[in-house]
């Protein structure tokens, strides 16, 4: 591999890169106002991702892109790991601890981008015919699916789990299945409605959605109301954020910084933040128009691109009193290493698939 082919250089997706970089920076600068501490080791993590940015960039992905059902599989051992050897905090189990390193991991975060890669290995292999896939291949693709979402469904992390079934799903529906399957599902989904809420959801669960659809939100969420409306239309200046500097606002910095950045910039900085993520979900979206043939990046493209849409929506949603409170971030934005380096880590990938793509493409798939 030529480190600095030319055409590395020219398939690289700079456009990406600028549609991202502005959250990092108005991230930071927003967690550095609130607590210097947390904003000196949020800067540890840019600079771990940077390095874990060029290291995944430079793998031979597209050349070892059937090593992605190993990789899949080891994450699906470790979600069942959770289960035996897990770590509770808050009421859930999802971390393992590594011994030896005195940190812990969290499986439903590093399953992401290998579980949308997943998709885009199998999609490959068997591309959707002219009418959409049939119902035998749709149940093919839902075990891959499904089976991820009941393990992280248990741990308990419903948020998350809904997420990646969102994206599962949503990835399939881009590449096509007939409709005629969407719409049985529809029907079933609002049949078996009640008997999943009755019998399916534990009680934590069962009582955010009674806080959501109560006519007085919760604490967290009432807080995080008048943070919102109190910015009104441009904002306030740091000192006379009353809300976040009195600790009124809680997780400021993580789950709740959406309702600190309205509080500071206003209605019209909650516009342009959230037109600044839709700039990002589109320009992933519309690969699935620029590369037709290529079902690898229009999976994964489609799959990070509907990765941020549910996390961000669901994030915005519950902060201003129209989702249950779930404990999602807000991507690239919210405080946390994780979930910051995992989405770095997807870009990456992606980046990859796009910069790579002319090497050797047909002659490793006839080996796959």
């Known amino acids: 591999m030529r480190l600095f082919d030319k055409r590395i250089i020219s398939h690289f997706d700079y456009l990406l890169i600028i549609f991202v970089l502005p959250l990092i920076f108005l991230s930071y600068h927003l967690i550095s106002e609130t607590n210097e501490l947390l904003a000196n080791k949020q800067l540890v993590y ?3 991702s940077i390095f874990v940015f060029f290291l995944v960039f430079m793998l031979p992905i597209r050349k070892r892109l059937r090593l992605v059902q190993t990789l899949y599989w080891v994450g699906i051992i470790l979600l069942i790991a959770v289960e035996f050897i897990g770590i509770s905090k808050l009421g859930a189990k999802r971390w393992i601890y590594i011994p030896g390193l005195g940190t812990t991991i969290q499986p439903s975060e590093l399953i992401k981008p ?3 890669l997943m998709l885009g290995y199998l999609i490959q292999h068997k591309p959707p015919p002219k009418n959409g896939y049939n119902l035998k291949d749709f ?7 499904l089976l991820p979402f009941f393990l992280i469904a248990i741990e308990p992390d419903l948020g ?3 997420v990646l079934l969102f994206v599962g799903y949503g990835i399939l529906f881009l590449v096509g299945v007939n409709w005629k399957i969407w719409a049985s599902i529809i029907l079933v989904i609002g049949i078996s409605s009640p008997f999943i809420y009755t019998y399916l959801i534990k009680d934590y669960q069962k009582k955010r959605i009674t806080d959501f659809i109560s006519e007085k939100p919760s604490y967290h969420v009432q807080q995080s109301i008048i943070a919102i409306g109190s910015g009104g239309l441009t904002g306030k200046e740091s000192e006379e954020a009353t809300q976040t500097q009195l600790k009124f606002l809680p997780i400021a910095t993580s789950d709740f910084i959406f309702a600190y950045f309205v509080e500071r910039y206003g209605f019209l900085g909650a516009l342009g933040l959230i037109f600044l993520y839709l700039l990002i979900i589109l320009h992933l979206l519309s690969m699935n128009y620029f590369f037709k043939d290529d079902y690898v990046i229009r999976a994964f493209a489609s799959g990070l691109g509907l990765l941020i849409f549910f996390n961000m929506s669901i994030n915005i949603l519950m902060v201003i009193g129209f989702a249950p409170v779930v404990g999602l971030p807000l991507p690239l934005f919210s405080y ?4 910051f380096i995992n989405f ?3 870009f990456a990938i992606l980046e990859n698939l796009l910069a790579f793509r002319y090497m050797n493409l047909y002659n490793y798939e006839r080996k796959l």
């Open 114 to 116: 290998v579980f949308i």
């Open 160 to 162: 998350t789990a809904l």
């Open 46 to 48: 840019f600079t771990i």
């Open 336 to 339: 946390g290493g994780s979930s």
């Open 344 to 346: 770095i880590v997807t």
């Open 139 to 145: 149940i093919y693709f839902s075990f891959y699916i």
